[in-house]
């Protein structure tokens, strides 16, 4: 068994590799408490949180602040709707300590920043079983690209049948991923018993993806997964990202703060669309970002959660370096 400096463990039989979550509550219930104790652990969503809205860059100000949270002694986790090897890229150059977690595929895939592609330092993940995956492509392949993630690097981590149908800026995530991309049609061919996706996604129009989230709540398989909607209404794209059922990133949060040994009330998350309710909600310190849409905001105003600024005005590094003067100041 390998012990991190953060305390986690990555002994496989605590990891659920082979499990698939029934019945787990995603979000563990709102927390109400008022008041918090100093925060252990931060969890932090990456697109429109801590990434401004222009760019793939993190700004100066907010990896600095990343880098004094963790000196601090405050576990920083990345949260993110990407896939592993989409996200670590961005972060590779920070700084950020080697044991730093990353939450990944909204939660499917826990690992370590130094995970080596090959060998990768789990802490957890939870697979899409494929007789599910199936089904859920003949469902939702009318309303947009249907696109199934594999737990396995380069080409055919992403497979998807028809890369014409890709929808606006959808299509610049395509660039960016091509080399890892495998067209197979159809889908479900891909998808054989014991082939078992870590997370599938539709994208298309705002409108669509509404259509398509209804088709699969009224539908036979809305039990047999989680359905987390991500909204980016000023380019008309919305992603339905498809999960093993009852992961969400408020589990891969609430899992990951067990290991830690930290409690509810020790942890904050900070995010700003759909995907990100369900880690706000079980965090004792929710933090909805100034960017977020307005009804995100307003139920932010009715749960009790705090604004920080505009993800384009460091609203990250803003958070957290209150954070890191309310602790000096009791130190």
Not at 61 to 86: D, E, P
């Amino acid at each position: 068994m390998r012990e991190y400096p953060y305390g986690y463990s990555t002994d496989p039989s605590t990891l659920g590799c082979e499990s698939k979550p029934r019945g787990y509550p995603a979000a563990g219930g709102r927390y109400t408490e008022a008041m918090h104790p100093p925060v252990r652990l931060v969890a932090i969503d990456m697109d429109g949180t801590l990434l401004p809205s222009t760019t793939q860059m993190v700004s100066a100000r907010n990896a600095a602040a990343l880098r004094a949270a963790q000196q601090a002694g405050i576990t920083v986790a990345i949260a993110t709707g990407r896939r592993a090897a989409y996200t670590e890229p961005l972060l590779e150059d920070l700084g950020l300590r080697a044991d730093t977690p990353l939450i990944t595929s909204n939660g499917a895939v826990v690992r370590t920043l130094n995970g080596d592609p090959i060998n990768p330092s789990y802490i957890d993940r939870s697979y899409l079983e494929a007789r599910i995956a199936r089904g859920l492509c003949g469902l939702l392949r009318p309303f947009g690209t249907v696109v199934f993630t594999f737990d396995l690097p380069g080409r055919g981590e992403l497979v998807v049948e028809d890369l014409d149908r890709v929808h606006g800026r959808f299509a610049v995530w395509v660039e960016a991923n091509r080399n890892a991309i495998e067209i197979v049609k159809p889908l479900e061919m891909a998808l054989a018993d014991g082939c078992d996706p870590i997370q599938g996604m539709v994208a298309g129009g705002v409108s669509s993806m509404r259509q398509a989230e209804k088709a699969l709540k009224a539908s036979e398989w809305s039990d047999a997964c989680e359905c987390v909607r991500t909204e980016y209404p000023a380019r008309d794209l919305s992603i339905l990202d498809l999960l093993p059922h009852g992961v969400s990133k408020g589990w891969a949060v609430e899992r990951l703060a067990g290991r830690l040994g930290v409690g509810r009330r020790e942890t904050m998350a900070i995010g700003d669309n759909w995907n990100d309710v369900g880690m706000l909600e079980w965090a004792g310190q929710g933090v909805m970002m100034g960017n977020a849409a307005l009804e995100l905001r307003a139920m932010a105003k009715t749960r009790g959660w705090k604004q920080a600024p505009h993800n384009d005005r460091d609203g990250v590094a803003v958070v957290l370096e209150k954070v890191l003067a309310k602790m000096a100041a009791k130190a």
